[in-house]
């Protein structure tokens, strides 16, 4: 997903494997993910979505004050989705705290590690069941 705010900017979906950096895009106050190789593109994310950072994360409190993490692991995630007019894009870290994605500082550099399941499990095929084999044993 990407911001409301970033509707005016060219956009593509995140793919695993790749690196990515935090940057702001012009015409926009918002922050987000970019392609080094595209940086006027935003790279949209999935809620679900695993990410290194390469270093401890950095990000903006109110804009002001630049606050550093003890994370370098965190999933994309959406805060008040249905809430209009408001940034909700985050990164979620395994403490539970979160961090809106335009509150990140730029130039950090993010590799996606895996995407989410978009299929639900009944739609999949199954997977081969194990089998169990039961012997009895009588002693007497």
Sequence with gaps: ?????LHAVASRP???GET???????????????SELAP???VCMLPGTELAFAED???DKRWVWMRTLGWRVGKFNQIEPDVPDRHHDAIEFPDGSRVLVTQLCEGQRVTVLQLPVLQPAAERAPAAAATAT???FFIG
């Design 20 to 34: 990515l950096i935090t940057t702001t895009f012009r015409g926009t106050s918002t922050r987000g993910f970019a």
């Design 1 to 5: 997903m990407c911001d409301y705010s």
């Design 40 to 42: 006027a593109m935003a």
């Design 57 to 59: 994360v950095k990000y």
């Design 14 to 16: 995140a793919k695993v």
């Design 134 to 136: 039961t012997t009895s």
